[in-house]
C-alpha cells in the first residue's frame, strides 16, 4: 500500500508559466510534507515545507499547498524557468513516527 | 562544511559479493538514513540511525546491514549482492528524522 502517490510521472510546461505538481496521502497521521528537487546524477535537495497545522506555505516562485481533508498537497511555481526541470519527490512524515515515506517522483520539464 | 558525502560513485559487483557503501556527514546531524531508489520509483528506505550505537530498519532491510560507531559515518553492507540490488543508493542526514533531510550525491550499484 503505497501512502504517498504522485499520479503524474511527468510535467511538461512553457517558460514563464505556472508548474502545479500534485501529491495524494493515504495516512491521516501524516502531519509533516515536504518537497525535494532532484538533478540527474544528484542526490534529492529540499525545496519547501509544510505542516499540518497551515494551508500553505511560501518560499518566492514556489508555494506549497495542503488540503487535509482531501489528503492533497500541491507545489505550485510561479514563474517556471527551464532551470526547475527536475526530478520532484514529495515526502510526508508522523510525528513519532521516525521516518518519512516518499512519492515516486514527477518528472518536470519546462520548455523554453 | 563538506555535507553529505558518498564513496564509491559507482560500483560493479559480480553475484554473491560482499561490499560496504560508505557515507559520512560533518554537519554534526545524530540522524542518518540510507534509501535504494530504484528507475521510476520514490526513495525507499533501507536503514536508519537516530544516534552512534542505534540503528534500526526501514521499509526494505533486507540483505543489507549497518552500524553506527560515530555521528559522523554510518556504512551500508551488502552480505550477498544479489541483482534485485542493482539501485542507486543514497545516504542522508538531519537535525531530526522527520526533519529536512540532506542527501549525499548516491552511489550507482549494478549486480551482475
Known amino acids: 500500500d503505497q501512502q504517498v502517490k504522485q499520479n503524474s510521472p511527468s510535467l511538461s510546461v512553457q517558460e514563464g508559466r505556472i508548474s502545479i505538481l500534485n501529491c495524494d496521502y493515504t495516512?491521516?497521521?501524516?502531519?509533516?510534507f515536504l518537497w525535494y528537487k532532484k538533478y540527474p546524477a544528484e542526490g534529492p535537495t529540499f525545496l519547501i515545507s509544510?505542516?499540518?497545522?497551515?494551508d500553505k506555505n511560501e518560499d518566492g516562485r514556489f508555494t506549497v499547498f495542503l488540503n487535509k481533508s482531501a489528503k492533497h498537497l500541491s507545489l505550485h511555481i510561479v514563474p517556471s524557468q527551464p532551470g526547475d526541470s527536475a526530478v520532484y519527490f514529495c515526502?510526508?512524515?508522523?510525528?513519532?513516527?521516525?521516518?518519512?515515506?516518499f512519492g515516486d517522483g514527477t518528472t518536470l520539464t519546462v520548455k523554453p | 562544511n563538506a555535507g553529505v558525502t558518498q564513496t564509491p560513485k559507482f560500483q560493479v559487483l559480480k553475484t554473491g559479493q560482499s561490499m560496504t557503501l560508505q557515507c559520512a556527514q560533518d554537519?554534526?546531524?545524530?540522524?542518518m538514513s540510507w534509501y535504494r531508489q530504484d528507475p521510476g520509483m520514490g526513495l525507499r528506505l533501507i536503514h536508519y540511525?537516530?544516534?552512534?550505537?542505534?540503528?534500526d530498519q526501514g521499509e526494505v532491510p533486507n540483505g543489507y546491514n549497518v552500524s553506527r560507531s560515530t555521528t559522523e559515518d554510518f556504512p551500508l553492507r551488502l552480505l550477498s549482492a544479489a541483482p534485485s540490488q542493482t539501485s542507486v543508493y543514497f545516504c542522508?542526514?538531519?537535525?531530526?528524522?522527520?526533519?529536512?533531510?540532506?542527501f549525499g550525491p548516491g552511489t550507482r550499484l549494478t549486480v551482475l
Open positions: 542522508a542526514s538531519s537535525y531530526e528524522l522527520t526533519d529536512t533531510q540532506y
Open positions: 495516512n491521516s497521521m501524516f502531519d509533516y
Open positions: 509544510i505542516s499540518s497545522i497551515k
Open positions: 515526502a510526508a512524515s508522523a510525528t513519532g513516527a521516525g521516518k518519512s515515506t
Open positions: 554537519m554534526n546531524h545524530e540522524y
Open positions: 540511525s537516530v544516534g552512534a550505537g542505534i540503528t
